[in-house]
């Protein structure tokens, strides 16, 4: 048997066969080990988790048109391709309108959007019932269920008011008897034709004037002086019918022209009427925020009400650092003319400061289990070197010399940080694994070069805490194992 | 031939001389006891044979060499390579077989080699105990291991403490005879004792009292059958 065989045996079997005290040492390096694993492993993870988690607490980017160009879903789309696929956690659109309740004579704020993306991009939104799912059906926040009273399956009346806008009949006018209407329509040559039929008590044509400047003077232009052939109009009712009326000759196209602009006069008075659908409530919806004082419906109801796909506004949650959110966030102000993207400063701010102080804690921590560590197997291995001092006094009095003393426990202590290390591994992932998922709801995957890193720190760790126990069993007198005790 | 000298060997301890002015000689191949009361420096002079502590003053020559002088890394090597001790609480590594730790001593010394280590259990009659740990073995086994240990290295010197002190007589016989065997091989014994029988085994007793040598007495029957 060779030397470097026995001493193996040797140490193998002082661990193997005494057990106790060394399992205390394996024990506490192996402890040790676990929660240095532990805590590297969700260090590592961490940045992921917190932008994961710190996703949870809404969105870090807001997109807003810009001055005088129009957000819809479409130039939502091309500014979003400025960010991977992978990065973006959600894009919720937001639409936001007045809508009134007539039964309770309540008004209040309505919010078109995606409830999937909202799923993502506000993952603390909690809701009783569920999420709408078909059309017609709406999300009510807390507040707004309260103080009128509705529940989940309740069903709403909703009747949205077009916004007024200075000069133009308004919507009240519009639907009284004598409503003036106005149109226009592409006339011959892509010239524009305008209309305006001034409406009698029932709602019938009690006269047309026609502008025509755009047209060819002696043919479509004649459409405006002639009599006979406006006349014709009076007692009609909207929309017209091909065939309704007559063309007037060598004016065919203007005539056409003439009545597309009456027919669409009329579906912009009826698009401009105030509208009134009925939701039903899927789900009521509790946020802590202002979002309880909103109905969310979906785009698709919110377009049919108004007639628009306008947005307001797109939230995003990206899952990217401070400064890759800047930069994502410059690049979709650039590539876009109709979009500029703003951050959510008090998101992204606190996600980095949050990153600071938990890179410290874990560096403290680190270094405080260190330290016990070494002070535990320090002690327990002074205590092991007292309890074998016969056994030591033995081995000098046999021939070991200092270095053979100084070998053996340093290859016990060696080996002790190698199982240690192993062990703490093992477990360390797994306390990772389980302090991931209850902390962070989400499991994170084993680093292969976890295990070398906390063999050879444990290693280290365990020679270290040898350093005195070893300089105390040099110093042991083999004359002890003279005198029988 | 002389293989141990003690010549004018003093230890004081502050105001004590634990040995004073001691002068003695083994020769080779001799088996010598040395008796005492305690407190007479027994073990004193025991630790200065063995190599584990150093006289005040006067030299100590193991063969040939003074080891008075040395420096105690020197002493480790001369007691590895000449001295093979046995001790009265037997001294067993105890989480080690009764096979490994004759290995043990091999390995200090030079190679553990199993082989020669089971022929000197062999030797003590233990050979089927070679894989037994220390707790599984008797008092007379332990001891029976410790004699074939002490002597696996084919050292000068053979040195004895309070071998028997531990054993009952069936097995305190065993060791004498054992400790016979080695005699007639050829082995230089020194056993340091109380017990007088286990003195009159030796050719020769030295009896030690307040640090000198009181008076020597060699064994006239040695060599015959007294215990029949």
């Known amino acids: 048997m060779s030397k470097k065989r026995m001493f193996l045996r040797m140490i193998t079997a002082s661990l193997l066969r005494r057990r106790s005290r060394m399992l205390i040492a394996l024990l506490s390096i192996g402890i040790g080990a676990t929660i240095l694993a532990g805590l590297v492993t969700i260090y590592v993870d961490v940045p992921r988790q917190m932008g994961a988690q710190f996703r949870s607490y809404g969105a870090n980017m807001v997109l807003l048109p810009e001055e005088g160009r129009e957000l819809n879903s479409e130039t939502l789309r091309e500014a979003l391709g400025a960010v991977p696929e992978t990065e973006l956690v959600g894009a919720a659109p937001y639409r936001y309108i007045r809508l009134d309740m007539t039964s309770r004579q309540q008004s209040f704020t309505a919010a078109g959007t995606d409830f999937g993306e909202i799923t993502k991009t506000s993952p603390y939104f909690s809701v009783e019932g569920r999420y709408p799912e078909n059309p017609r059906e709406v999300l009510v926040g807390r507040e707004i269920a309260e103080t009128i009273g509705v529940k989940v399956g309740s069903d709403m009346e909703l009747t949205w008011q077009p916004t007024v806008l200075a000069g133009e009949s308004t919507p009240e006018e519009s639907r009284v008897p004598g409503a003036l209407l106005s149109g226009s329509a592409e006339g011959f040559g892509t010239g524009i034709v305008y209309v305006t039929a001034q409406l009698d008590e029932n709602g019938a044509i009690a006269s047309v004037t026609v502008n025509a400047e755009t047209q060819t003077p002696e043919y479509g232009g004649l459409v405006a002086e002639d009599e006979a052939y406006l006349a014709q109009f009076t007692g009609k009712t909207l929309p017209l019918a091909p065939g309704d009326t007559d063309a007037l000759t060598g004016a065919t196209v203007t005539s056409e022209a003439v009545v597309n602009a009456l027919n669409s006069a009329r579906k912009a008075s009826e698009d401009a009427k105030p509208k009134t659908l009925s939701f039903s409530v899927s789900g009521i919806l509790t946020t802590g925020g202002e979002e309880e004082g909103y109905v969310f419906m979906s785009l698709a109801d919110m377009e049919n009400m108004t007639g628009s796909d306008h947005l307001d506004v797109a939230e995003l949650s990206v899952s990217a650092g401070a400064e890759q959110l800047e930069a994502y966030a410059e690049k979709i102000t650039a590539a876009s003319d109709a979009v500029r993207a703003r951050l959510v400063k008090r998101v992204a701010k606190s996600e980095a400061s949050v990153l600071e102080k938990l890179t410290a804690l874990v560096f403290l921590v680190t270094l405080v289990v260190l330290l016990l560590t070494m002070i535990c197997v320090s002690t327990t291995m002074m205590a092991v070197v007292s309890e074998r001092r016969r056994e030591i006094g033995l081995r000098k009095a046999l021939g070991a010399s200092d270095q053979s003393i100084r070998a053996e426990f340093l290859g016990e202590g060696l080996f002790l940080g190698l199982l240690g290390g192993v062990m703490g591994a093992i477990l360390g992932f797994v306390f990772a694994q389980v302090v991931s998922v209850n902390v962070f709801g989400s499991s994170i995957t084993f680093q292969p070069l976890l295990l070398p890193a906390a063999v050879i720190v444990s290693m280290a760790i365990a020679a270290l805490s040898c350093l005195a126990p070893i300089r105390r069993a040099v110093s042991i007198d083999p004359a002890i194992v003279l005198k029988g005790e | ?228």
Not at chain 2, 55 to 79: F, Y
Not at chain 2, 153 to 167: M, S, Y
């Open chain 2, 1 to 228: 031939m002389s293989l141990l000298e003690l010549k004018n060997v003093s230890k004081i301890y502050g105001d004590l001389k634990a040995l004073d002015n001691v002068s003695l000689h083994v020769d080779q191949g001799e088996w010598v006891a040395i008796m005492g009361p305690s407190g007479s420096g027994k073990s004193t002079m025991m630790n200065i044979i063995g190599c584990m502590d150093k006289p005040t003053m006067g030299e100590v020559l193991l063969d040939g060499v003074d080891i008075s002088k040395e420096s105690s890394k020197k002493l480790t090597d001369i007691r590895r390579d000449k001295i093979g001790l046995i001790f009265q609480q037997f001294h067993m590594v105890n989480y080690l077989t009764a096979v490994e730790n004759i290995m043990v001593s091999q390995y200090y010394h030079s190679m553990p080699d199993e082989k020669e280590a089971l022929e000197a259990l062999e030797r003590v009659g233990l050979r089927e105990r070679a894989r037994h740990l220390p707790s599984q073995l008797s008092g007379g086994e332990q001891q029976r291991v410790c004699v074939a240990r002490a002597l696996i290295n084919h050292p000068e010197l053979i040195l004895a403490d309070e071998p028997t002190g531990n054993l009952d007589e069936a097995n305190e016989n065993i060791v004498l005879d054992l400790f016979a065997q080695l005699h007639k091989e050829g082995t230089t014994l020194i056993v340091v004792t109380h017990d007088p029988e286990v003195a009159d085994a030796a050719q020769r007793t030295i009896v030690l009292e307040h640090g000198k040598v009181a008076r020597e007495v060699i064994n006239e029957n040695f060599g015959k059958e007294t215990k029949a």
